[in-house]
Nanobody, 127 residues
Framework: QLQLVESGGGLVQPGGSLRLSCAAS????????IGWFRQAPGKEREGVSC????????YYIDSVKGRFTISRDNAKNTVFLQMNSLKPEDTAVYYC????????????????????WGQGSQVTVSS
């Protein structure tokens, strides 16, 4: 059974940091383009960051550039999203996703070409 499981969400104060993890089972993540998406209440889901398996190219939505970093540990079959300098507007449910290795990071993050979704992890930034 193919599965993506997120962890690492929680409550953090503005300016704080969190690291989200996405562990895969049933398939090998390093063959896939991987992305993190988020959806805040009353808003559409948006692609936050994506990383390619073919050339390790990355994409970040403008609002997180310089604050968030996506990375992958192929030995652990896990992808991470390091989130620093968190803001209240970063509050959302964060989803890990995987797409075909031929999907570009722009195709995945902007057009949401996704084959597999995780169940989501709540991130709340509040004082």
């Amino acid at each position: 059974q193919l599965q993506l499981v997120e962890s690492g969400g929680g409550l953090v104060q503005p300016g704080g940091s969190l690291r989200l993890s996405c562990a895969a089972s049933g398939f090998t993540l390093d063959y896939y383009t991987i992305g993190w998406f988020r959806q805040a209440p009353g808003k559409e889901r948006e692609g936050v960051s994506c990383i390619s398996s073919r050339d390790s190219s990355t994409y970040y939505i403008d609002s997180v550039k310089g604050r968030f970093t996506i990375s992958r540990d192929n030995a652990k079959n896990t992808v991470f999203l390091q989130m620093n300098s968190l803001k209240p507007e970063d509050t959302a449910v964060y989803y890990c996703a995987a797409s075909s290795p031929f999907t570009t990071v722009q195709g995945m993050c902007i057009h949401q070409y996704v084959n597999y979704w995780g169940q989501g992890s709540q991130v709340t930034v509040s004082s």
